[in-house]
């Protein structure tokens, strides 16, 4: 079972930068394909960002490429989301979640694939 926690959330204006941190729990973390994805009210969860157990493959939504770093420290037990250049189109609740299975580019962007999820923290970006 893997338990996991997000963090860093907050108030920022455009422009600005923010860093999520989703605490995982459980012996699996170092070998979860692990994901964020984020809700907006009134709108479906989107796929925002994976990497794979050891960081070797990375895979990013258009919206957030080149904006966004997702990036993992498995002896931390911690997921890291790095947000620069933030648009008030980023405001969402964001949310980490956890897939046993290798990290595919397709298949990772699918939050019914991801068997745990956190219960998010919310990004607010002002204009």
């Known amino acids: 079972q893997v338990q996991l926690v997000e963090s860093g959330g907050g108030l920022v204006q455009a422009g600005g930068s923010l860093r999520l941190s989703c605490a995982a729990s459980g012996r699996t973390f170092s070998t979860n394909t692990m994901g964020w994805f984020r809700q907006a009210p009134g709108e479906e969860r989107e796929f925002v960002a994976a990497i794979s157990w050891n960081g070797g493959s990375i895979n990013y939504a258009d919206a957030v490429k080149g904006r966004f770093t997702i990036s993992r420290d498995n002896a931390k037990n911690t997921l890291y989301l790095q947000m620069n250049s933030l648009k008030p189109e980023d405001t969402a609740v964001y949310y980490c979640?956890?897939?046993?299975?290798?990290?595919?580019?397709?298949?990772?962007?699918?939050?019914?694939?991801?068997?745990?999820w956190g219960q998010g923290t919310q990004v607010t970006v002002s204009s």
């Open positions: 979640a956890a897939d046993s299975a290798p990290f595919l580019y397709a298949r990772v962007t699918y939050a019914s694939v991801y068997e745990h």
